[in-house]
């Protein structure tokens, strides 16, 4: 099953780096790329045009589209599996610090998110890629999820 991660901005914190990395090469059922799209800091418009352009390139429909945000569903480790499962091949998005506006929200309807808490982008990152990592153990009965 392939699935891709789409992130505002590069993961720059190497301890963040080693983190990710462990959860990456244990993934084999689940096959994650992650895809680092230019930060344009203070101009969200350009942020969600960036992004709406990789969608478009890769071919990605609203309907495989899962967006991170605040205001998005709270879905536990089961229901991210089986969402992936339903929707793959698909993108999660990570956007930048500026979120995202309104009307990107509502073209992209499948929303989760992480926590009612506020996380850093990058930090978002490695805990959405852990939780991929936990969704693979899941849909391949491994006991890392228990």
């Given at each position: 099953?392939?699935?891709?991660?789409a992130?505002?901005?590069?993961?720059?914190?190497?301890?963040?780096?080693?983190?990710?990395?462990?959860?990456?090469?244990?993934?084999?059922?689940l096959?994650?790329?992650i895809v680092e799209l230019k930060s344009h800091s203070s101009d969200l418009e350009k942020e969600q045009i960036e992004i709406e352009n990789f969608l478009k390139t890769n071919q990605f429909s609203p309907q495989q589209t899962i967006l991170l945000t605040e205001k998005g569903q709270a879905w536990d480790s089961k229901q991210l599996s089986q969402k992936i499962q339903q929707l793959a091949p698909c993108v999660l998005?990570?956007?930048?610090?500026?979120?995202?506006s309104a009307d990107f929200l509502k073209r992209y309807p499948i929303?989760?998110?992480?926590?009612p808490l506020t996380f850093p982008h990058q930090l978002?990152?490695?805990?959405?890629?852990?939780?991929?990592?936990?969704?693979?153990?899941?849909?391949?009965?491994?006991?890392?999820?228990?």
């Amino acid at each position: 099953m392939k699935l891709t991660l789409a992130v505002i901005g590069k993961l720059r914190n190497s301890s963040l780096q080693q983190v990710e990395k462990n959860y990456l090469k244990r993934l084999h059922f689940l096959q994650l790329k992650i895809v680092e799209l230019k930060s344009h800091s203070s101009d969200l418009e350009k942020e969600q045009i960036e992004i709406e352009n990789f969608l478009k390139t890769n071919q990605f429909s609203p309907q495989q589209t899962i967006l991170l945000t605040e205001k998005g569903q709270a879905w536990d480790s089961k229901q991210l599996s089986q969402k992936i499962q339903q929707l793959a091949p698909c993108v999660l998005l990570i956007g930048g610090a500026m979120g995202w506006s309104a009307d990107f929200l509502k073209r992209y309807p499948i929303q989760m998110s992480l926590s009612p808490l506020t996380f850093p982008h990058q930090l978002a990152r490695v805990l959405v890629v852990e939780q991929i990592y936990r969704a693979q153990c899941l849909l391949t009965s491994h006991p890392y999820h228990h």
